[in-house]
């Protein structure tokens, strides 16, 4: 990590081994991950802690958010075999909390919610013990598609809301702010049972107060558990950094957060959404 980075962005490298043998076997399935399609600052950490979240659908996305470092462009087909093997893989980590996520895949009519469903239902049948999170993209705010994944039960339901409304525009040209807290709504209103996940990222601009009126935002949507990191640019033809957020201003967000009622909070400079994602399921899941 750049060495012009603020000491709380330092971060020391783990075991070796662990990290080595958890990616033989997520390329021996030939696998993508978003912690390396993102570049993912946790990367090594979570990779030795025998854990990664798995990006389903390919490695192309068919949007172009300005921040993100996942490849853009024509997407292959789906993969038939991908829910399958993903479950053998999670199954040979001996994952306990499995984490989903996807590229955006506009060009397929239920924007890939059945290759979700199929996926979750693999992973369950193979490791019935394990938590099921998803991170989805909107689906286009598309009912039937959220529906499809709703009713696949997995234990949480993560759909990051990533910015505030103002900077929507230049940071997610494609996506719309309404659309993201809708979708976290419906979930909440269809399915109570499932925890309801969202993040941001700031850095990028936004004051406090914008980033609180997100948050009170997803509460009225129902979510139950927020994730909030710094913006790190993956290269130089994303975004620019406008702020590095002190850690005493992460430590504020959780604070207003959870006294608005979210049942958990990350927040600090290298949270990003599945950092942690098996501590804090464990959390909410004995809250209750
Ligand atoms: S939709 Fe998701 S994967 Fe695609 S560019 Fe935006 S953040 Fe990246």
């Known amino acids: 990590m750049a060495s012009d980075f603020p000491s709380w962005l330092h971060k020391k490298l783990p075991p070796v081994g662990k990290m080595i043998a958890t990616e033989e076997i997520l390329n021996r399935y030939d696998l993508h991950t978003i912690c390396e399609s993102a570049m993912c600052p946790n990367q090594g950490e979570c990779l030795a802690a025998g854990t990664a979240t798995f990006l389903i ?5 068919t949007r172009n958010c300005r921040f993100c470092a996942v490849t853009k462009g024509v997407p292959l087909p789906p993969d038939p075999g991908e829910p399958e093997k993903l479950a053998r893989v999670a199954a ?4 306990r909390h499995v984490v989903i ?7 397929l009519p239920d924007g890939g919610a059945g290759h979700f469903a199929g996926t979750i239902q693999a992973v369950r049948r193979l490791l019935p013990e394990a938590a099921i999170e998803v ?16 009713t696949a039960n997995p234990d949480v339901f993560n759909h990051n809301i990533e910015t505030v409304q103002r900077l929507y525009a230049v ?3 494609e996506a719309d702010y309404r659309r993201s807290l809708d979708l976290l709504s419906y979930v909440k209103e269809k399915a109570p049972g499932i925890y309801t996940k969202s993040g941001l990222m700031v850095g990028l601009g ?9 948050m009170g935002d997803l509460r009225h949507a129902g979510c139950d558990v927020l994730t909030i990191g710094q913006y790190l640019r993956p290269s130089p033809r994303h975004l620019a950094i406008r702020r590095f957020v002190p850690p005493e ?12 009622g979210f049942l958990h909070v990350e927040s600090g400079p290298l949270v990003r959404s599945s950092y942690h994602a098996q501590e804090l399921w ?5 809250q209750h």
């Open 57 to 61: 659908l390919g490695d192309r996305c």
């Open 92 to 95: 040979a980590l001996e994952l």
């Open 101 to 107: 996520t996807s590229v955006t895949r506009d060009d």
């Open 135 to 150: 991170l989805t993209p909107d689906f286009k705010g598309l009912a039937q598609s959220i529906e499809t994944v709703v």
């Open 171 to 173: 940071v997610r040209p």
């Open 206 to 214: 936004e004051s406090f107060g914008e980033v609180a009126a997100v």
């Open 249 to 260: 201003e992460f430590d504020a967000f959780k604070e207003r957060a959870m006294q608005i």
């Open 282 to 286: 464990y959390y909410c899941d004995h």
